[in-house]
């Protein structure tokens, strides 16, 4: 049977597995958004008897992300296991019982355990596809592979959001208007389950479970052009067996309590709190409310028409996704720690503005003038989110965790990712009816909050390679400042872990910089 790696080497494969990936996350782009178009249809308002149920449509919409915890859970464990490929083709199954359920149904239970379904399959595969995606691209360039996929996750949201404003243009009497919008959500399920037969297993994966050759031969075309004794080959594939030999000093693999709550000489406990906390912040930035919000000032604040209201909402999310664009030539240039910085100083200006421009006294004395200030700067905030915070909170995660538990440390990174929506979720309507426009500062104050956060707990991850990240994390302080002064008093380097594998001359760093563009891949 004809292989990927049989044409594809180099730059050119790693951007094919990163295509395949962006089916994946292109589908949890598309699932995010599809409910908002779904939910204000009335022939499934009026078949589901949804009228003036508020909370049993929110119910319904919550319980995606029930599921989605579930299939982290599950999609972690079975990821360590049984591999990257076989794992993305059972969540691509999972989708596609989700969704066609989903498109059948007739009441509300059905809806329901149809949209938990489908949140297994978005878990599932948020906790395999950053890792297959990462543990195939070079260190140089991890980041830009992981933000162009998330380039595709916000083209899903739009996608959606288009998809269902066609429809509200059709006969709003006839169920297509909402069953196809909903069966759609099976396309890029099926090309990527159909795709991911002819690509290869993770490098990495293939060598803990001790497939040698099958390793080599997906490094070669990885990164040496199909020759197994490349120099990149050969150094890749000493650090991956270092780091093999390290972790299995440690015995068998944790499990997801272990990890969480068991001191090791790996120091996974501190990773999975990172993790976690970091997608929680990644809420509390702010990135639900101006969700929830946008339309709302749009047409009570602004004054604007409701086909207006819908247009700038339309529009905002195009100009989300293309700002997604910045981070692919940035995210590793710049590090994902100063990334994180600008971006939430950044936000928490624009939220900051936000709160002023709808403080009734204010916003009362010119309603439409202060409506369109705060119009851009939701505009503002969301192309600085897409930038920024949107794409570092899922790369970090696949980065930081050793290779027997990465598939579960993608579970973890999920699974704070659903906490994190859930109490926005939750907690934002009713600050909405309490406080008013000071949610806004409330949510500022956070962004605010997360930078001595981030530059006290999380260590920089751009051009490291998985491997040295192992030894980054290998520290008894958790302290950045001051695990980098433990390591060096032990005669690490921070900026190059693993250089007495590469060389023993004290040359090794200028030879990590020697990368052909394609190594870089």
Not at 55 to 72: F, K, P
Not at 493 to 505: I, M, S
Request: net charge neutral; charged share 15%; aromatic share 12%.
């Amino acid at each position: 049977m004809w292989k990927v790696i049989d044409s594809f080497h180099g730059k050119s494969l790693v951007i094919a597995i990163n295509v395949a990936c962006g089916f994946s996350i292109f589908a949890f782009g598309y699932d995010q958004g599809l409910m908002a178009g779904v939910n204000v249809t009335p022939s499934y308002l009026e078949l589901m008897d949804l009228e003036g149920k508020e909370t049993m449509r929110g119910g319904i919409v919550a319980s995606y992300y029930c599921g989605s915890l579930l299939g982290s859970f599950i999609g972690g464990w079975t990821g360590d296991k049984l591999g990257r490929i076989k794992c993305i083709l059972i969540g691509c199954v999972w989708g596609i019982v989700g969704a066609s359920l989903q498109t059948a149904a007739m009441n509300v239970p059905w809806m329901i355990c149809s949209r938990i379904i489908t949140g297994v399959a978005t878990g599932y595969l948020n906790a395999i596809v950053p890792v297959w995606s990462a543990e195939t691209s070079h260190a140089t360039s991890r980041g830009m592979f992981i933000a162009m996929e998330f380039t595709l996750n916000i083209f899903g949201v739009v996608v959606a959001y288009w998809l269902a404003f066609g429809m509200s243009f059709a006969d709003q009497s006839n169920s297509v208007t909402w069953r196809f919008p909903v069966a759609f959500q099976m396309l890029p399920q099926i090309i990527l389950f159909i795709m991911v037969f002819f690509f290869p297993e993770s490098p990495r994966w293939l060598l803990k479970n001790n497939r040698k050759e099958e390793c080599l031969e997906v490094l070669a075309a990885l990164r040496g052009d199909g020759d197994q004794n490349h120099p990149e080959v050969v150094r890749e594939f000493k650090e991956i067996e270092e780091a093999l030999l390290l972790e299995s000093k440690e015995g068998g693999e944790p499990s997801f309590y272990k990890m969480m709550f068991e001191k090791d000489q790996l120091n996974i406990p501190r990773r999975v709190h990172l993790t976690v906390w970091l997608q929680i912040i990644q809420q509390l930035v702010g990135i639900g409310v101006i969700t929830i919000y946008a339309p709302e000032v749009f047409i009570g604040s602004a004054g604007f028409s409701r086909f207006v209201s819908q247009l700038l909402s339309g529009i905002n999310n195009v100009t989300y996704m293309f700002s997604t664009l910045v981070a692919v030539f940035t995210l590793d240039k710049w590090g994902r720690r100063f990334t994180m910085f600008y971006g939430a100083v950044g936000q928490g200006i624009a939220l900051l503005m936000v709160a002023i421009l709808t403080k009734p006294e204010i916003i009362a004395q010119d309603p439409l003038g202060y409506g369109i200030g705060t119009t851009v700067f939701i505009f503002i905030y969301t192309a600085l989110f897409g930038m920024t915070w949107l794409t570092v909170t899922w790369l970090y995660p696949v980065e930081i965790y050793p290779l027997r538990v990465r598939a579960r440390g993608g579970a973890w990174s999920t699974i704070g990712w659903s906490i994190g929506n859930g109490l926005v979720t939750l907690s934002t309507p009713p600050l909405l009816a309490e406080i008013g426009w000071a949610t806004f500062l409330l949510y500022a104050g956070f962004n605010f909050v997360a930078i001595p956060v981030i530059w006290a707990l999380y260590p920089e991850t751009a051009n490291l390679t998985l491997e040295e990240l192992d030894v980054i994390f290998s520290t008894k302080a958790t302290l950045v400042k001051s695990a980098e002064k433990e390591l060096r008093s032990r005669g690490i380097d921070p900026k190059d872990p693993l250089a007495h594998l590469r060389n023993g001359n004290g040359h090794a760093a200028d030879e990590k910089r020697e990368l052909t563009q394609d190594e870089k891949a």
